[in-house]
């Protein structure tokens, strides 16, 4: 019964900045990790970001540390990506997913696409001048 919605993405100039939202329902947003992943054209899905329901620890590829920002607001059940100085190498579409039961050897930081039962539908972000 979760359910995940995707929005914010859109066009934008490279160095610009966009803010991507995720609502969540169904469960309480605090039981499970949220990731966001993206998946560019011809290209296999990647992991962006992550949160951990645990502890609140945040994870990022190496492509975007420095850039995005996951935050979470767990009162509204929304997870948000800032995403700042984007690069045309940043489109692709962009997809929050939720994890219900993360095991506890999950190694965060290579932003695993298993155990994410369910997806949102995405939503584009291109990049380009």
């Known amino acids: 019964q979760v359910q995940l919605v995707e929005s914010g993405g859109g066009l934008v100039q490279p160095g610009g900045s966009l803010k991507l939202s995720c609502k969540v329902s169904g469960y309480t947003m605090d039981y499970y990790d949220i990731g966001w992943f993206r998946q560019a054209p011809g290209k296999e899905r990647e992991g962006v970001s992550c949160?951990?329901?645990?502890?609140?620890?945040?994870y990022y590829a190496d492509s975007v540390k420095g850039r995005f920002t996951i935050t979470g607001d767990n009162d509204r059940n929304m997870v948000y990506l800032r995403m700042n100085s984007l690069k045309p190498e940043d489109t692709a579409v962009y997809y929050c997913a939720a994890d219900p039961f993360p095991w506890s050897g999950k190694n965060y930081d290579s932003l695993p696409l298993t155990g994410y039962e369910y997806w949102g539908q995405g939503t584009p972000v291109t990049v380009s001048a």
């Open positions: 949160i951990a329901s645990k502890d609140s620890s945040t």
